[in-house]
């Protein structure tokens, strides 16, 4: 069989046999523990606006952890790494375009019992 | 061609590695390569799939913020944070079972995966509880609604929410649960090696996926 | 082993090739090469072709009276449905990728086979279930929601809409699975020397339809599963008087159908790239262009859904955004046909059945891409939105450029799949029989939309009437023209002469190897060593690449 002749994305991609112990598994399920906690004793709490981009922050650093870690894309091909931004680049830009939409419409069109939107009256 | 990290592998295990090349890949590193894109091509495809019914939440959430608060606040902080949790701990114990496979400790790797699966089943019963609850009350999707204690419009949909997105939620936890006992029988077959251990890798990707649904449900739902 | 066919050597029609390697129905079942599973695509999307033909024809002739002329007005409703569902679902969306895709894509990148071909052999098994599904919705008695199921329509109608949907989820789940293998075998397969600055240009194309399948299909998967839960246990999500927002269905809807037109284009520009280097002789003009311009379709695309609900009760601003988006995906088309016709420019042109396709091809989607630009500026579309001159557009790209596409592949590969070449003379005929035919078609229907025809109405005021006769008769051209490829294809299968290796001498790797290609593709793994879609100039030397 012909050998590569071009660098395989491969040789980046297999995570390290036994390159680094199990302590890092168990620093970062203390630190999503942590978290856990920091998010159930905020989210109760009435804190206003605050409420929930402070709730979808730690999630979202939870997210982080284990997606880096636990998931290995820290260690992981290029490719892989593209893919998974891409797709969660695609779910903001589904949830941002509707709310491009809620946002600004006209009272009138919202469903019926639901306060009038934040945006200017059109 | 051996695999590219420092620690290179055994003879024996090289040669089980080589044992598994499919005929129309060149390299193994090629194929784990080929196979580890696809899975998170897949996961990439999950990601959506649950991003419609968080659509679904954002949108109603803002329609309805007074009922949607009301309604969060009859969830159980207690039973949400134990499975939470309990999610958590089973995404660590089956990242600790891919490394234990991986440097060939094999009955530590097939122990954590019964934890791992042990876990599940434990989030299941508790969403069990749950959902049993909700039955009882008349916390139920559309038509079915009839909880007394909350009337403001929005009510049914918010329960309508929670239903589909933990019920697809639940339906992940099975799905990736019974991955998991397929790996844990090839597992004790004594399929998997340092040299091959891929299969044990896409399980726990799969499995981390669901933790990580989880990790952006809860507070949604329970919390805020 | 293979070199381009020369004056004095006849061509060879290889003994043994995939198509007898192994006997059998069972080895077809159960096979795992690509181009045994492309061929049962073949079989399978053009059968859904005919089906969903048919009921266009059943449209056409209906539509010759301004009153009822052959079937009631419910009738009516499930048959624009029915041509909708089963054209978009079971022909367009599958077809360039599923034929073509699996044929040539391992061959041009110089592989044994797709990255995983036994999740290919399954795609092929969703799409024969999901197809089956809707057959059984049919059979039931139809649905009448129109192929765009909106809620809350969708959602209480009495019509066998279940069975339907269902199957419209197996068929992505398909689609999902065909995409995946092709992105990771672009990836992993390619052969030595080949980067992917020397990929030819349909692999290009199927790339970038492949990413928008992987990434836009879960969406389309989550909204019919939520319908249907709303069909079977009443739950509300879209049901206005349980304080659920319709309009919400149709964000969820067109998140993926927007970006699913383009997984309906972009194969068939990816096909028209590669043929038009081959028919001109000559090096594609701004290779790097049209492969970038592919990748800008694919992600531009997702942003662009809301220019379908201008007139659904989005606000203006998100109006406003989506038409300026949906203008921007213009761009790369347009960055494309120039490229097109820069290589046709000063090329040794060809004229051929397949040539005939590409200039149609390239007149059709310059009006429909146009007429998109026209429908995406918000108080234009006002006027046209749901009236003829939209049904127009889109029939101009799905027709005009979707099925140019695939008529374009058909013929240009045809020697190549099975080792025989067809009638030139009745390919022109019929050439002549679809494009003329298309444009006495659809080009009255942009003008009975434009005078306010609305679409999917089952009657209409009489002075339309003369528009839809000559679009019915329009129609049964290209019917004919139809028609008649089929028969001389089936012919030359049986009795046409021998192809040879590359019959139309084409730079494309995959004419390196026998026509019909052994079954492990190449006796020898291909080493790529020169640009893609290189020409000699005539009078040259021919360079001859042995392998």
């Known amino acids: ?122 | 061609m051996s695999s590219s990290d420092a620690h290179a592998l055994s003879p024996a295990h090289e040669a089980d590695r080589q044992r598994h090349l499919a005929h129309h890949f060149d390299t193994m590193d090629t194929q784990e390569y080929a196979v580890r894109l696809a899975m998170w091509l897949f996961l990439g495809t999950e990601v959506l799939l649950f991003a419609g019914l968080f659509l679904g939440y954002t949108v109603y959430r803002h329609f309805y913020h007074e009922t949607f608060h009301e309604a969060s606040r009859t969830l159980s902080i207690v039973l949400g944070t134990t499975n939470t949790i309990v999610l958590i701990t089973s995404s660590l114990t089956v990242a600790l079972a891919y490394w234990a496979v991986k440097t060939g400790k094999n009955g530590l790797g097939a122990f954590l995966l019964v934890v791992t699966i042990l876990c599940a089943c434990g989030f299941l019963v508790i969403k069990g509880f749950e959902y049993h609850h909700k039955f009882e009350e008349g916390m139920l999707p559309g038509q079915f609604y009839h909880y007394a204690e909350i009337t403001g419009p929005g009510a049914n949909l918010y329960f309508t929410i929670y239903f589909l997105t933990t019920g697809l939620h639940a339906f992940h936890v099975i799905v990736g649960m019974s991955v998991l006992i397929w790996v844990l029988a090839r597992l004790l077959k004594g399929h998997f090696s340092p040299g091959y251990y891929y299969p044990v890798e896409l399980g726990a990707l799969y499995w981390h996926l669901v933790d990580l649904v989880w990790i952006f449900l809860f507070p949604l739902l329970y919390l805020i | 082993m293979s070199q381009s066919s020369d004056a004095e050597a006849a061509p060879v029609y290889p003994a043994v090739n995939y198509l007898n390697a192994d006997r059998g129905v069972w080895s077809w079942l159960s096979t795992l090469d690509h181009k045994r599973i492309a061929l049962m695509y073949l079989v399978s999307v053009l059968f859904f072709f005919l089906i969903g033909g048919i009921f266009a024809m059943a449209i056409r002739l209906e539509l010759l009276t301004p009153g009822p002329t052959i079937m009631s007005a419910n009738t009516y409703n499930r048959m624009f449905t029915l041509h909708g569902v089963v054209m978009i679902f079971m022909f367009m969306i599958p077809a360039i990728p599923g034929v073509f895709g699996n044929f040539c894509l391992p061959l041009m990148l110089g592989a044994k086979d797709v990255a995983f071909p036994r999740l290919n052999l399954l795609s092929l098994y969703l799409y024969w279930t999901g197809s089956l599904l809707a057959v059984t919705a049919m059979a039931m008695g139809g649905l009448d929601t129109g192929w765009t199921f909106y809620a809350p329509y969708s959602t209480t109608t009495p019509t066998t809409v279940f069975p339907a949907l269902l199957g419209v989820f197996i068929l992505g789940f398909s689609s999902i699975l065909t995409g995946l293998n092709f992105i990771v075998t672009i990836h992993t397969m390619r052969a030595p020397g080949l980067g992917w600055m020397r990929l030819q240009l349909f692999v290009w194309g199927i790339y970038a339809t492949s990413i928008i399948q992987v990434l836009a299909t879960p969406v389309i998967g989550l909204t019919v599963m939520l319908v249907g839960i709303e069909r079977i246990g009443g739950f509300g999500l879209f049901d206005p008087t349980k304080g659920g927002d319709p309009v919400l269905f149709q964000h969820m809807f067109w998140f993926y159908s927007h970006p699913a037109v383009y997984i309906m284009v972009l194969p068939s520009m990816a096909v028209v790239s590669d043929a038009i280097a081959a028919f001109s002789r000559k090096n594609i003009f701004g290779y790097k262009m049209i492969a970038y311009s592919s990748l800008g379709i694919a992600f531009v695309g997702f942003f662009a859904w809301g220019h379908h609900m201008f007139v659904s009760g989005q606000s203006p601003f998100d109006n406003g955004a989506f038409a300026a988006i949906s203008m921007l995906v213009g761009v790369f088309t347009a960055i494309k046909v120039f490229n097109w016709v820069g290589t046709l420019y000063r090329g040794a042109i060809a004229v051929t059945a397949p040539f005939v396709y590409i200039c149609g091809f390239l007149f059709f989607i310059v009006f429909g891409g146009m007429t998109g630009i026209a429908v995406a500026t918000v108080s234009l579309d006002v006027h046209w939105h749901d009236t003829y001159f939209v049904v127009a557009h889109f029939h101009f790209i799905m027709v005009g450029a979707v099925i140019m596409g695939f008529l374009i592949a058909l013929h240009y590969w045809f020697p190549k799949m099975f080792g025989k070449k067809y009638n030139e003379g009745w390919g022109m005929v019929a050439a002549s029989f679809i494009v003329l035919g298309f444009i006495a078609t659809f080009i009255p229907q942009f003008l009975a939309g434009n005078a306010g025809m609305p679409r999917r109405y089952y009657m209409y005021p009489e002075r339309f009437e003369a528009l839809n006769v000559a679009s019915t008769a329009g129609a049964s051209l290209l019917a004919i023209g139809f028609v008649i490829v089929l028969i001389y294809l089936i012919y030359a299968l049986v009795r046409g002469p021998i192809a040879g290796d590359n019959p139309w001498d084409s730079g494309g790797i995959e004419w390196m190897t026998t026509s019909p290609p052994p079954k492990e593709n190449f006796h020898e793994t291909p080493i790529i060593d020169r640009d893609p879609h290189s020409y000699q100039k005539r009078g040259e030397e021919v360079e001859h690449v042995v392998i």
């Open chain 1, 1 to 122: 069989m012909a050998q590569d002749a071009h660098p395989s994305p491969a040789a980046k991609d297999a995570p390290h046999a036994g390159g680094h112990g199990i302590g890092r598994y168990i620093a970062v399920w203390a630190i999503l523990l942590v978290l856990t906690i920091t998010t159930v004793a905020t989210g109760r709490q009435d804190l206003g606006w605050v409420n929930l981009p402070l709730a979808l922050t730690i999630a979202c650093i939870k997210a982080t952890l284990v997606v880096l870690f636990f998931m290995h894309m820290s260690e992981s091909a290029g490719a892989n790494r593209l893919v998974f931004v891409v797709s969660l680049v695609f779910v903001l830009v589904m949830i941002f375009g509707v709310f491009g939409d809620l946002w600004t419409r006209a009272p009138m069109t919202l469903p019926s019992g639901s306060p009038s939107t934040l945006g200017p009256e059109l």
